[in-house]
């Protein structure tokens, strides 16, 4: 599938900027099972929420090109803390725990819960939460509670479709309207949306780019 969009000098720029914040190996740092276990908020922070097996982990495996970086899996509510992981020592990326996940003992779900809300409206750092969506379901009753969380913690979010590659782009447009219908009644959401397959590397670059261009 083709992001059709025009080529300028600054999306070049932009792109190249992306390039190089991901040219070193990115590290993992720890994983963080209570608030008061994450790491000193000393540099910019970006995080990827979104419901179990939509595909975070596999994201941030696509975007530091190291697979197995962020462990991946396909029994949903595989990553069970909040794992943080440093690109170049200037930016966290932070590999959430999924939500949504029916399975799960209720203490085990409360409690993971618990630690997201806590973190999501709390961390001062955070200066963009990608929530990933995936393209085949859109967005679901669990996803718009994260989403009214994040509105009235005043963090700027921005949603990411995840697995591009499986959908039909008839689909991918229903799906494209229903998330900009639903995103126009959340002032923290930011109105661009990024269309990524990990799998087929489509929209990592764009990605990239955005995750560099933060202030
Ligand atoms: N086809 C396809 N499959 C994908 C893509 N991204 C992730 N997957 C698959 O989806 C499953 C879940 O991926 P994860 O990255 O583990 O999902 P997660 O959101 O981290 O899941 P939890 O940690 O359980 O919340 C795995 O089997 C992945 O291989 C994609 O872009 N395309
Ligand atoms: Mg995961």
Not at 181 to 187: C, G, I, V
Request: charged content about 25%; proline content about 4%; hydrophobic content about 45%.
């Amino acid at each position: 599938m083709s992001l059709a969009f025009p080529i300028t000098e600054q999306t070049q720029e932009a792109l190249e900027k992306g390039r190089l914040l991901f040219a070193r190996p990115t590290e993992f740092v720890k994983g963080v099972v209570a608030i008061d276990g994450l790491p000193g908020a000393d540099r910019m922070e970006v995080c990827f929420a979104g419901r179990s097996n939509v595909g975070k982990s596999s994201l941030i495996n696509a975007l530091t090109r190291r697979h197995g970086l962020a462990r991946t899996s396909n029994t949903p509510g595989r990553t069970q803390e909040i794992n943080f992981f440093t690109c170049q020592s200037s930016h966290y990326l932070v590999d959430l725990p999924g939500y949504g996940f029916a399975n799960a003992p209720l203490k085990v779900v409360k409690k993971w819960q618990r630690l997201l809300k806590d973190y999501l409206a709390g961390r001062a750092t955070l200066r963009r939460a990608f929530v990933l969506i995936d393209a085949r379901h859109g967005i679901k009753k669990v996803d718009d509670e994260i989403l009214d969380l994040l509105d009235n913690a005043a963090v700027n979010f921005q949603v990411v479709l995840t697995k591009i590659d499986k959908v039909k782009p008839d689909d991918l447009a229903t799906v494209l309207a229903q998330i900009r219908a639903d995103l126009s009644n959340h002032p923290a959401a930011y109105p661009e949306l990024v269309l990524t397959s990990s799998a087929k590397g489509d929209g990592i670059d764009i990605l990239r780019a955005i995750i560099a261009g933060l202030e």
